[in-house]
């Protein structure tokens, strides 16, 4: 800074000293030294006037300048520098973070202090039914429920808060706001429609195994005490009550196996395409056929219509499990004297087994939770016939691991079709070849 100033003064010597020489010499040095300063002063604003254009300029090429201007010059264009370069790596951090955000799948919205859009993801906009043309409108104008209205003015920051979803009121939203920026929030919504749904579903299936083993346990407690308490009965008398504990005995340890199964099948990493072998289905329906035979008793007519010969890449005893689940179900709630149709196809769709009954058939309504675990369209009848109310679940489980699905078709009074599909790729046989 010093050496600027001593350059300046050189520069005003210069303009100064020659004026005074020269005044002196013609007797004029007043006038003379009012023409140097003047000319120094002109010659000043002239680079004053370069350097407010260049300050008003994309600062891009530098003015021509010298001394102290020039100087200022430099550090102005340094300091400006340094704020384009923080400037720009803000804008690449704003955006790296609005790339983020819009990539989640929970909705994301920012706000100011009078609840103004000022900025909102992919996910808001579908879950709030809101659009781009909706930044710099108050939010609280846009959805007028109260209990929303009510959580923007009145809600800490991170408390969660939960209510009904304006665009569908079957979906519930975990709603949560928190500080973003100077005089900025962050909302954000989750749609937590499953997780309410999951929470009730383990309610209502730990409540189900209470009640389902309770049963069984009450009426064995009961036939326990009586044999405890009766000190005159016969040794035939104790044979027939004990025989009567079989049942209740054998209903809790084959939902205690079933139960284990399904914490098995949850817990075990699905078979592997490449991995599994190919099990000859011709062979595995044959003795599924007769498995099936030997539950009925000659109650019913299996049929077995294999019309395809195939090889699938799966786990043996978990096909086998899931295909006698179906056969057992059919004989189970077919009346005495019915058909129970075991058939195979195979087309662009993939491989399918499907099995028939002629029993009273499920309604529409039912037949989109017959996988549920303990589910049952008729929990009375269920029991009679010996069902724990598993077996779909089991079934649906196997085939998901398998990358196949379970399609149930069925008609009140006609019957129903429960058919296993396993796709192509884990398909081997001789039509495709």
Known sequence: ?????????????????????????????VLLLFLALLLFILHQYRQFNKVYKWLGSSLDADPEVTGAWEELVYRIYRKRKRSRSRKKNLSNMLRRFQDSVSMMPDAAIVLDKENNILWLNPAARQTLNLSNDDI???????????????????????????????????????????????????????????????????????????????????????????????????????????????????????????????????????????????????????????????????????????????????????????????????????PDGGDIIIETRLDKNGYQISVSDQGLGIPAIHQSRLTERFYRVDAGRSREVGGTGLGLAIVNQILRRHDARLIIMSTPGKGSTFSCLFPLSRVQSDAQD
């Open 1 to 29: 800074m010093r050496n600027i100033w001593i350059y300046e003064s050189w520069r005003l010597a210069r303009f100064v000293l020659p004026a005074l020489l020269l005044g002196w010499v013609f007797n004029v040095e």
């Open 136 to 334: 710099g409108n108050n939010l609280a104008n846009l959805i007028r429920m109260p209990t929303f209205v009510n959580f923007l003015k009145n809600a800490k920051d991170s408390e969660a808060y939960e209510m009904q979803s304006p665009v569908d009121e079957k979906e519930s939203l975990d709603l949560r706001q928190m500080p973003y920026g100077v005089g900025q929030r962050l909302l954000l919504i989750r749609n937590i429609t499953q997780v309410q749904r999951l929470k009730s579903m383990r309610q209502e299936f730990v409540a189900n195994v209470s009640h389902e083993l309770r049963t069984p346990l009450t009426v064995i407690l009961g036939y326990l005490e009586s044999l405890q308490d009766s000190d005159d009965l016969t040794a035939d008398e104790i044979k027939l009550q004990l025989a009567k504990l079989q049942a209740p005995a054998y209903r809790m340890n084959q939902i205690v196996v079933d139960l284990l199964l399904l914490s098995r099948l949850d817990l075990d990493v699905p078979a592997d395409l490449n991995d599994s072998p190919s099990q000859d289905m011709q062979v595995l329906l044959a003795m599924l056929k007769k498995d099936g035979e030997q539950l009925s008793q000659g109650r019913h007519t299996i049929i077995l219509k294999n019309n395809v010969t195939v090889k699938l890449k799966a786990v043996e005893t978990e096909i086998y499990s899931a295909i006698s689940n179906l056969i057992s179900n059919a004989i189970r709630y077919s």
